[in-house]
């Protein structure tokens, strides 16, 4: 089928209304032909990649294509950088929330991975090794830390009986088991294990 050339003086309303009327994909091709360069110079300025603009024209093509039989366009010159600019907004967002997606994806695994490996670690040392790291830091613990841990772990006292049992206020006790768990922790942490 021969392309149809328009002349120039035929304006961009009256091509997209024929267009419209008759769905000759060859007006909408001599329409958009008019605005290619404009439409991809938009395109450009949004994305900022001369691939990703030059995919957009295309895109922009489609949906001037797909709209126009449905709409009534008084100014085809406004009108067509709306559309343009819209599809590269909506594209702008969706890589946004691509990225977004991506990261919290490699968090989770990161997160995942850690928690596997330090589990696998962890259940690779055998008992004695965990026992002997664990007396170790005992050994690192004031007098009365390692006195108050032996008697509530090992002993199985309550803090009263732990306060009765020493010279110490069950306050004491409470606070002297608080912090020497959270010495054996830092300690136990210090040997990576």
């Avoid at 690192?140 to 008697?151: A, F, T, V």
């Avoid at 309550?158 to 959270?182: H, M, P």
Wanted: charged share 30%.
């Amino acid at each position: 089928m021969p392309r149809l050339h328009l002349e120039p003086s035929v304006t961009d309303e009256s091509l997209a209304e024929s267009f419209a009327q008759t769905g000759n994909v060859e007006l909408a091709g001599d329409l958009f032909e008019r605005y290619m360069q404009p439409v991809y110079g938009v395109c450009l300025k949004y994305l900022r990649e001369r691939d990703a603009a030059k995919e957009m024209v295309m895109r922009v093509f489609e949906k001037m294509v797909a709209e126009l039989p449905h709409v009534t366009v008084n100014a085809f010159k406004p009108w067509l950088y709306v559309v343009t600019k819209n599809l590269c907004l909506m594209e702008l967002r969706s890589r946004k929330s691509a990225r977004i997606r991506e990261q919290r994806w490699g968090d989770r695994m990161h997160a995942d991975v850690e928690n596997d490996v330090s589990r696998h670690l962890y259940q690779q040392h055998d008992a004695h090794v965990l026992s002997e790291a664990l007396r170790d830091c005992m050994t690192r613990l004031n007098d009365h830390q390692r006195e108050c841990i032996e008697l509530f772990y090992f002993e199985e006292l309550s803090y009263q009986q732990i306060a009765d049992s020493t010279t110490l206020e069950t306050g004491k006790v409470k606070s002297y088991i608080q912090n020497g768990k959270r010495n054996l922790k830092i300690c136990m942490e210090k040997k990576a294990l």
